[in-house]
């Protein structure tokens, strides 16, 4: 059955400014709307009509003598305009972007002058201007002289002026108007600072936008919008800010604008689904937390044999000291002789050091590694032949854990010791922990030790040649391997998260490692500089001498230094960053958004020059066995991904910066519109690639790469991306078939004591994003398509039979896709932050309506008093059905099993229903597990996915969590 969808008429040569009033517009140019608005008319070139109608630009002599003679007294300390209005000029290319907008200068707005002027902290600009229109001016009548050698140096010195003037300039603060402000701004300064009369909007990142209103409101916020605009968990440039809580916000309000109601209940689902994998990875995140603080208590008390402490455990700040009797017990629970059997070391082995805690740090690290090697080797031969050991699995999931907590209790105990951390052999031992802990993406305390190893090694002076000076060589070459090992971990979390690095690439001068020297590369300046034209090619003696893991070592490193350079020279670069850049205007951003994308193509080159040198990598991926061990298959095929997931993070990452530079980022360039059908098609191959891997384990070894790849591509970071097709459908459905038999796996085989696995939580959480993320995905093709899930289901059996049970598996919410979100859900829902403001809002709004009597609902007034006194919400509705009685958010704080849906008789007195209303609280209070009471890190309840369908309403989510404190959505 198809959906029906209304259809409007479009003016095809429409203006930005029209199309944003979603008004009619002229196609003249200026139009007459912007003319009324005193606004400039901007056309997107992709947009002018090819048949002669559209009037032609005014030349910019012409236009700037208009502008200047329609209001000869404007001045920039009065305002001048919102927006920029400098007159581009024709034939110069050096200001041009992919898809470059015509504008028309046109008089400023006395009004907007004026109601804007007082909030504006920066002097007036109007010389600047003038010096601007000055060499415009003259570049134009140059041009328009006949081309001869004195013509063009003339028109270089002009130019070389304009960009000297350009370079130098920034908006001056007018420190007398900014330290007389009175009374004191609500907002902070640098929200008020952001106040300027170019732009009424700033994208701090893709999904957070400032607006003028927030420096001018003095008005109640949403929640949302008292915390800082930034995620402090996102960050600025994560390309995962669409997971973000603004990212979701875009996510719900895309649905409640363009979803048909025949689609509505899976956009439900989805959204639901969503919500409890965020809260499942906060979960994760307090979990790791904890567990690093106080790792032997915090075993102990998982497992029962420690009485639960009264106040909630923190973070130490002092050295600990350790227990022995805790460490006895701990040790004693590793399962002998596996743990012999896969690491070399007995009990007794371990007791007989107890005394020395630097030495247990060592062999708690040794034992790490190692076990996770064998347990690699283990998952990979079970995951190729039917599954008969599962004893031997539930050992490697216990001792996981075990080992883990072990390691955490020496680093703390360690860690203390400053002397004696700050030594390569200290550094020797902790490195091989970082390198387990990434890989099994234990983030918390990946973040942590990393912070330290950073620190340490920087103190110690491996990053610096002088360091090096007087020692034998041995020891030099160490120190070297250490250090670039910290290099490549940090530069990998960059990759992954988007934050800031921990390591200045402008004071790192030691040497590379030898691989690199043998190549010509002697240090990571030299690198940086040579990579481009180097003449290397796979065949040169230099790389063709390399093994294949020490090749994936230099591939790895060589990404990390082009990377780290990147963060340093475009993401983080103060020129792109600064806050005066924000307020600048468009003509000086528009460059240096010129600027960002070609530090991104020069990016570019630097990788497919790595690709080029790492060719054997990749040819060995798309090998079979027995061709290639299947250690060098999974290796090579992790590089590839890896290759692949660098390339998607960083379009990912600046596509955040581009939007602070541009004015609207829904109105792509050109160059974006090539990234993202670039994007499409690289995900297109990757789906190829995965599909065809020798086993399971393999695309489980590359989904912590393919995840971040297949969720860009979900959430549409770069909008316009193409439209999705039945082929991309069949290899999507094909590469997730390769891991549901992992699925199934956990699913039958994990008991609850290993739930605390962290190889376990790792793949359910990947594979659980990367099933929302084409569950998204096949809606789009839905809605794309106007046919429902019946129909969709249908088409694809037509085409590949085989397929069709497992799409059906994505509509259907007691999938076994989706038993790891939806198994534990009286434990989980929504954290204490979107607690808070549940209860913030509701507070805020419903106490005001208590106090004017505007609330006429006595069950949303009975809602309200339990919400105000602390007390946990209770649902009333009447006898209606579950749709046409919406479940309020304030609701969706009850928790325990009890359905929200009551039907009380119409005729039920006050007194009794009181009395039913508090039967039902006492059994939701009865109902709430025991770690949900008071503590900071509370879970509360979201409710069932039935619940959240039948009776949540979108709209009051999206109401009460954002509180239309985002912008457009682009998802």
């Given at each position: 059955?198809?959906?029906?969808?209304?259809t409007?008429?479009?003016?095809?040569?429409?203006?930005?400014?029209?199309?944003k009033r979603?008004i009619?517009?002229?196609?003249?140019?200026?139009?007459?709307?912007?003319?009324?608005?005193?606004?400039?008319?901007?056309?997107l070139?992709?947009?002018?009509?090819?048949?002669?109608?559209?009037?032609?630009?005014?030349?910019?002599a012409?236009?700037?003598?208009?502008?200047?003679?329609?209001?000869p007294?404007?001045d920039?300390?009065?305002?001048?305009?919102?927006?920029?209005?400098?007159?581009k000029l024709?034939?110069?290319?050096?200001?041009?972007l992919?898809?470059e907008?015509i504008?028309?200068?046109?008089?400023?707005?006395p009004?907007?002058?004026?109601?804007n002027?007082?909030?504006?902290?920066f002097?007036g600009?109007?010389?600047?201007?003038?010096?601007?229109?000055?060499?415009?001016?003259?570049l134009t009548?140059?041009y328009?002289?006949?081309?001869?050698?004195?013509?063009?140096?003339l028109?270089?010195?002009?130019k070389?002026?304009?960009?000297?003037?350009?370079?130098?300039?920034?908006?001056?603060?007018?420190?007398?108007?900014?330290s007389?402000?009175?009374?004191?701004?609500?907002?902070?300064?640098?929200t008020?600072?952001?106040?300027?009369?170019?732009?009424?909007?700033i994208?701090?990142?893709?999904?957070?936008?400032w607006?003028?209103?927030?420096?001018?409101?003095?008005?109640?916020?949403?929640?949302?919008?008292?915390?800082?605009?930034?995620?402090?968990?996102?960050?600025?440039?994560?390309?995962?800010?669409?997971?973000?809580?603004?990212?979701?916000?875009?996510?719900?309000?895309?649905h409640?604008?363009n979803v048909?109601?025949?689609m509505?209940?899976?956009?439900?689902?989805t959204?639901?689904?969503?919500?409890?994998?965020?809260?499942l990875?906060?979960?994760?995140?307090?979990?790791?937390?904890?567990?690093?603080?106080?790792?032997l208590e915090?075993?102990?008390?998982?497992?029962k044999?420690?009485?639960?402490?009264?106040?909630?455990?923190?973070?130490?700040?002092?050295?600990?000291?350790?227990?022995n009797?805790?460490?006895?017990?701990v040790i004693s629970?590793?399962?002998?002789p596996?743990?012999?059997?896969?690491t070399?070391?007995?009990?007794a082995?371990?007791?007989?050091?107890l005394?020395?805690?630097?030495?247990?740090?060592?062999?708690?690290?040794?034992?790490?590694?190692l076990?996770?090697k064998r347990f690699?080797?283990?998952?990979?031969?079970?995951f190729?032949?039917?599954?008969?050991?599962?004893d031997?699995?539930?050992?490697f999931?216990?001792?996981?854990?075990?080992?883990?907590?072990?390691?955490?209790?020496?680093?703390?105990?360690?860690?203390?010791?400053?002397?004696?951390?700050?030594t390569?052999?200290y550094?020797?031992i902790?490195?091989?922990?970082?390198?387990?802990?990434n890989?099994?993406?234990?983030?918390?305390g990946?973040?942590?030790?990393?912070?330290v190893?950073?620190?340490c090694?920087?103190?110690?002076g491996?990053s610096?040649?002088?360091y090096?000076?007087?020692?034998?060589e041995?020891?030099?070459?160490?120190?070297?391997?250490?250090?670039?090992?910290?290099?490549?971990?940090e530069?990998?979390?960059?990759?992954?998260?988007?934050d800031p690095s921990?390591?200045?690439?402008?004071?790192?001068?030691?040497?590379?490692?030898?691989?690199?020297r043998?190549?010509?590369?002697?240090d990571?300046?030299?690198?940086?500089?040579k990579l481009?034209?180097?003449?290397?090619?796979p065949s040169?003696?230099?790389?063709k001498?390399?093994?294949?893991?020490?090749?994936?070592?230099?591939?790895?490193?060589?990404?990390?230094?082009i990377v780290?350079?990147f963060?340093?020279?475009?993401?983080?670069?103060e020129?792109?960053?600064?806050?005066?850049?924000?307020?600048k205007?468009?003509?000086i951003?528009?460059?240096?958004?010129?600027?960002v994308?070609d530090?991104v193509?020069?990016?570019?080159?630097?990788?497919?020059?790595?690709?080029y040198?790492?060719?054997?990598?990749?040819?060995?991926?798309q090998?079979s066995y027995?061709?290639?061990s299947?250690?060098?298959?999974?290796?090579?095929?992790?590089?590839?991904?890896?290759y692949?997931?660098?390339?998607?993070?960083?379009?990912?990452a600046?596509?955040?910066?581009?939007?602070?530079?541009?004015e609207?980022?829904?109105?792509?360039?050109?160059?974006?519109?090539?990234y993202?059908?670039?994007?499409?098609?690289?995900?297109?191959?990757?789906?190829?690639?995965?599909?065809?891997?020798?086993?399971d384990?393999?695309?489980?070894?590359?989904?912590?790469s393919?995840?971040?790849?297949?969720f860009l591509?979900?959430?549409?970071?770069?909008a316009?991306?193409?439209?999705?097709?039945?082929?991309?459908?069949?290899?999507?459905?094909?590469?997730?078939?390769?891991?549901?038999?992992?699925i199934?796996?956990?699913?039958?085989?994990?008991?609850?004591?290993?739930?605390d696995c962290q190889?376990?939580?790792?793949?359910?959480?990947?594979?659980?994003?990367?099933a929302?993320s084409?569950?998204?995905?096949?809606?789009?093709y839905?809605?794309?398509?106007?046919?429902?899930?019946?129909?969709?289901?249908e088409?694809?059996?037509?085409?590949?039979?085989d397929?069709?049970?497992?799409?059906k598996?994505?509509?259907?919410?007691?999938?076994f896709?989706?038993?790891y979100?939806?198994?534990?859900?009286?434990k989980?829902?929504?954290?204490?932050?979107?607690?808070?403001?549940?209860?913030s809002?509701y507070?805020?709004?419903?106490?005001?309506?208590?106090?004017?009597?505007?609330?006429?609902?006595?069950?949303?007034l009975?809602?309200t008093?339990?919400?105000y006194?602390?007390?946990t919400p209770?649902?009333?509705?009447?006898?209606?059905?579950?749709?046409?009685?919406?479940?309020?958010?304030?609701?969706l704080l009850?928790s325990g099993e009890?359905?929200?849906?009551?039907?009380?008789?119409?005729?039920t007195?006050?007194?009794?229903?009181?009395?039913?209303?508090?039967?039902?609280?006492?059994?939701?209070?009865?109902?709430?597990?025991?770690?949900?009471?008071?503590?900071?890190?509370?879970?509360?309840?979201?409710?069932?996915l039935e619940?959240?369908v039948?009776?949540?309403?979108?709209?009051?989510?999206?109401h009460t969590?954002?509180?239309?404190?985002?912008?457009?959505?682009?998802?």
């Amino acid at each position: 059955m198809k959906a029906k969808k209304s259809t409007r008429s479009k003016v095809s040569t429409a203006c930005i400014n029209c199309r944003k009033r979603k008004i009619k517009c002229t196609g003249k140019h200026p139009c007459t709307n912007c003319i009324s608005y005193n606004c400039t008319c901007v056309f997107l070139r992709k947009y002018l009509s090819l048949d002669g109608d559209t009037t032609q630009p005014l030349p910019a002599a012409t236009a700037a003598a208009a502008l200047s003679s329609s209001n000869p007294d404007t001045d920039s300390s009065t305002g001048v305009h919102r927006r920029d209005t400098m007159i581009k000029l024709n034939n110069q290319d050096y200001f041009e972007l992919m898809n470059e907008p015509i504008q028309t200068p046109v008089s400023p707005n006395p009004a907007i002058v004026a109601n804007n002027n007082d909030y504006i902290f920066f002097k007036g600009d109007s010389s600047y201007q003038a010096q601007l229109t000055t060499y415009q001016n003259i570049l134009t009548n140059l041009y328009s002289l006949p081309p001869s050698t004195d013509i063009q140096l003339l028109i270089n010195k002009t130019k070389a002026q304009l960009d000297n003037l350009i370079n130098n300039w920034g908006p001056e603060i007018d420190y007398p108007k900014l330290s007389n402000l009175s009374p004191p701004p609500q907002k902070s300064i640098e929200t008020c600072l952001l106040m300027n009369k170019y732009r009424s909007k700033i994208y701090m990142t893709r999904f957070s936008v400032w607006t003028d209103q927030m420096a001018k409101s003095q008005g109640p916020d949403s929640f949302l919008a008292t915390l800082p605009l930034v995620d402090e968990v996102f960050g600025l440039f994560s390309p995962l800010q669409a997971f973000s809580l603004r990212g979701i916000g875009y996510l719900i309000k895309k649905h409640l604008d363009n979803v048909p109601s025949l689609m509505l209940v899976d956009s439900k689902e989805t959204i639901y689904l969503i919500l409890r994998l965020f809260d499942l990875c906060y979960e994760h995140l307090i979990e790791g937390c904890v567990s690093i603080a106080n790792p032997l208590e915090s075993y102990l008390q998982r497992k029962k044999e420690l009485p639960t402490p009264v106040t909630p455990v923190t973070l130490s700040t002092s050295p600990p000291s350790l227990n022995n009797d805790l460490v006895i017990c701990v040790i004693s629970k590793l399962p002998q002789p596996f743990i012999q059997t896969i690491t070399g070391f007995t009990t007794a082995q371990l007791l007989a050091n107890l005394h020395d805690p630097f030495t247990m740090f060592r062999i708690f690290t040794q034992m790490c590694s190692l076990h996770r090697k064998r347990f690699k080797e283990f998952l990979n031969q079970e995951f190729s032949l039917p599954f008969q050991n599962r004893d031997m699995f539930s050992s490697f999931c216990s001792s996981e854990y075990l080992l883990s907590t072990l390691c955490y209790a020496y680093y703390n105990v360690t860690l203390y010791h400053m002397i004696d951390i700050n030594t390569l052999d200290y550094l020797e031992i902790l490195v091989p922990l970082l390198e387990v802990q990434n890989e099994i993406n234990d983030h918390y305390g990946f973040e942590k030790m990393l912070e330290v190893a950073v620190t340490c090694s920087t103190k110690v002076g491996l990053s610096r040649w002088e360091y090096y000076v007087g020692i034998d060589e041995t020891t030099a070459e160490r120190r070297r391997t250490v250090w670039w090992k910290i290099y490549c971990l940090e530069k990998c979390h960059l990759i992954d998260l988007g934050d800031p690095s921990l390591i200045n690439e402008h004071q790192m001068s030691c040497l590379l490692p030898k691989d690199f020297r043998d190549m010509g590369f002697i240090d990571h300046k030299e690198f940086l500089t040579k990579l481009g034209t180097s003449p290397l090619s796979p065949s040169s003696p230099e790389l063709k001498k390399l093994s294949l893991t020490r090749l994936i070592g230099y591939g790895r490193l060589a990404i990390a230094q082009i990377v780290g350079e990147f963060f340093s020279e475009t993401l983080y670069n103060e020129k792109f960053t600064s806050l005066k850049t924000s307020v600048k205007p468009t003509f000086i951003r528009q460059k240096l958004l010129r600027q960002v994308f070609d530090n991104v193509e020069s990016f570019r080159g630097k990788l497919t020059k790595i690709k080029y040198h790492t060719s054997k990598v990749f040819q060995i991926a798309q090998s079979s066995y027995p061709e290639h061990s299947r250690n060098d298959l999974i290796e090579a095929a992790i590089f590839a991904s890896f290759y692949n997931n660098t390339w998607f993070s960083i379009l990912g990452a600046v596509n955040n910066l581009i939007a602070r530079l541009s004015e609207d980022p829904e109105v792509m360039t050109d160059q974006s519109l090539k990234y993202a059908n670039e994007m499409f098609q690289d995900w297109k191959k990757t789906n190829e690639f995965l599909a065809k891997v020798d086993t399971d384990f393999t695309v489980w070894s590359c989904l912590d790469s393919y995840e971040l790849i297949f969720f860009l591509m979900a959430s549409k970071v770069y909008a316009q991306s193409p439209r999705i097709t039945l082929d991309d459908v069949i290899s999507t459905l094909k590469v997730f078939k390769r891991i549901t038999k992992i699925i199934f796996f956990f699913n039958n085989n994990i008991d609850e004591k290993d739930f605390d696995c962290q190889t376990f939580k790792e793949f359910s959480r990947s594979s659980s994003l990367i099933a929302i993320s084409i569950r998204i995905i096949f809606i789009r093709y839905c809605y794309a398509e106007k046919i429902d899930r019946t129909e969709f289901i249908e088409r694809l059996k037509k085409v590949e039979p085989d397929l069709s049970n497992l799409l059906k598996e994505f509509f259907d919410n007691r999938s076994f896709i989706y038993k790891y979100m939806l198994k534990s859900i009286e434990k989980s829902g929504f954290h204490l932050t979107i607690r808070q403001m549940l209860e913030s809002d509701y507070k805020i709004s419903y106490r005001d309506k208590l106090t004017t009597g505007n609330i006429s609902d006595q069950g949303v007034l009975n809602r309200t008093a339990h919400l105000y006194d602390g007390t946990t919400p209770v649902c009333n509705n009447s006898s209606t059905s579950p749709v046409s009685s919406p479940l309020k958010l304030s609701s969706l704080l009850n928790s325990g099993e009890v359905p929200y849906t009551q039907d009380v008789p119409g005729n039920t007195s006050n007194d009794s229903l009181q009395q039913q209303q508090a039967s039902q609280q006492a059994k939701r209070q009865q109902s709430m597990p025991s770690q949900m009471n008071n503590t900071e890190n509370n879970i509360y309840n979201l409710g069932t996915l039935e619940e959240f369908v039948n009776s949540g309403d979108l709209t009051d989510l999206y109401h009460t969590l954002w509180n239309d404190n985002v912008s457009d959505p682009f998802l």
